[in-house]
């Protein structure tokens, strides 16, 4: 990839603009009932079984990272967002507060430079598309270079569901041919940007000069206290970190336990398909996993626990699902395990009282992580209500698997997402599931109400008459 914007490139960007800027004029008075039929015929052409699993296990080979037979299950994600869509107006009044006088009007935010990660390239742009349709803007999508052949023939398909019912087909546009200094110009040209991606990419969006939503780095954690149901929990942990071989920012990457049932969930873990790594195991991981610089490497990213052993120097069973490293005590950047993995492994810590299991939550988050999410299992009300008051995260799962429950569920009331933003601890502008709420403008009408003015010794309380010296 070139280091300059091109003239072809430049030219291209501003064609996609005209025609993006004309589709969303077409669909500028269309009603309520017209743009939710729109963001249901998205969501069919896009997510129906055979389309959806084709693409997406396309992904997979492109990228050479995650699960093929897992993947094509996440075209529940985009039905998910249908039925958030369907039960929330995106024209007109969406809101109406009689007793403040105020009334909300949306609008939608404009042409939208969605970019898209090698880890979701069939299912981040219908997600996008279905809230974004449905709030009258148009999307230009930027694919990750290594996936941008999968991210394309889903846009073709979902232009083909805008042709269906009589909406303009380039609402979708996506390049083909993506490079750094095109998607860099896009963000500058478009309205609002939704980066979806690396720390890398965020902080390119941030810096466009446009509106943007970013998200943050993951580093799940995950407190288990003595009350916990312990096969549920073990299940649950193994079902968040094996999802896409735990290519997912939310998959649980410490598991910290409560000293008294330490042995008893390792065990529950090792039932579910985890294998314990010994100490020389987990050293030869870490040389593995990570180069010289502290980066990641490829080989091991977002793959089978086997081929992570292979590529250290050690075999495991094939029945072995994930793996796992203790890691008491070893928390800090030089501590390679304590901070995000983003493979099928996790990171195991102890601890006696609850207020020690507080104490390493913070500590592991100074490492990475700080502003996504963390969970607990718990039937302590206390322990739920102290973590949460202490995690500097902005979604906290109660018995739930992790990275299949924070970015919105059929059994939980989280918002369904493909970006969650990270607020200001990880660097966002939002602490919320960035959904169609996030994709439009509003005009609020307010209109007089009776005096709202209390009297000034209520609003001084003990203060209201003090002499100041």
């Not at 990228?63 to 995106?90: N, Q, W, Y």
Request: glycine share 8%; with cysteine; charged share 25%.
């Amino acid at each position: 990839m070139g280091k300059e914007l091109s003239a072809e490139e430049r030219n291209l960007a501003k064609e996609m603009m005209g025609r993006a800027r004309e589709a969303m004029a077409e669909i500028e008075d269309w009603s309520q009932k017209d743009l939710d039929r729109l963001s249901q015929a998205i969501a069919w052409y896009a997510g129906n079984e055979k389309t959806f699993t084709r693409l997406a296990e396309q992904g997979v080979d492109e990228s050479e990272i995650g699960d093929r037979s897992g993947r094509p299950a996440k075209r529940f994600k985009i039905h998910m967002v249908l039925r958030d869509v369907l039960r929330t107006p995106s024209t007109g009044i969406v809101e109406t507060d009689k007793t403040l006088g105020l009334v909300k009007y949306a609008k939608p935010a404009g042409v939208i430079a969605s970019l898209i990660p090698m880890t979701n390239p069939a299912m981040t742009p219908p997600v996008t598309g279905v809230s974004a349709a449905n709030a009258r803007n148009a999307v230009i999508f930027s694919p990750h270079p290594r996936t941008a052949r999968t991210t394309f023939e889903m846009v073709e398909v979902m232009r083909t569901a805008c042709k269906a019912v009589g909406a303009p087909e380039d609402l979708f546009q996506a390049i083909l041919k993506p490079s750094i200094p095109l998607t860099q110009h896009l963000m500058e040209i478009c309205d609002l940007t939704l980066a979806t991606g690396g720390k890398p990419m965020v902080k390119a969006a941030y810096s466009s000069g446009k509106p943007a939503y970013g998200v943050g780095a993951g580093n799940s954690s995950i407190v288990i206290d003595e009350t916990a149901d312990i096969s549920i929990a073990a299940e649950n942990t193994r079902i968040s970190k094996t999802s896409d071989f735990g290519s997912g920012c939310s998959a649980d990457g410490n598991i910290i336990i409560q000293k008294s049932i330490y042995n008893d969930m390792v065990k529950a873990l090792i039932a579910e398909g985890g294998y314990l790594c010994s100490q020389e195991e987990k050293e030869m991981l870490r040389q593995a996993m990570w180069d010289e610089k502290g980066n990641r490497t490829f080989p091991t990213i977002a793959c089978l626990p086997q081929q992570t052993a292979e590529v250290a120097g050690f075999t495991i069973p094939d029945d072995r699902k994930f793996l796992m490293v203790e890691n008491q005590g070893q928390i800090g950047k030089e501590h390679k395990f304590s901070g995000e993995k983003l493979t099928t492994l996790m990171a195991l810590y102890h601890f006696d009282q609850f207020e020690d299991a507080l104490e390493t939550v913070r500590t592991i988050y100074k490492v990475a992580g700080t502003g996504h999410s963390c969970g607990i299992y718990s039937h302590d009300d206390s322990h739920i209500d102290a973590l949460a008051r202490v995690a500097p995260v902005s979604r906290m799962m109660v018995r739930q698997p992790q990275s299949k429950a924070n970015a919105g569920s059929w059994t939980n009331g989280m918002p369904m997402t493909s970006s969650l933003g990270c607020g200001i601890w990880g660097g966002n502008i939002t602490n919320e599931n960035v959904t169609m709420k996030h994709m439009m403008n509003y005009t609020w009408v307010s209109r007089p109400i009776p005096e709202d003015r209390p009297s000034e010794q209520e609003l001084f309380g003990e203060f209201f008459g003090q002499e100041i010296v």
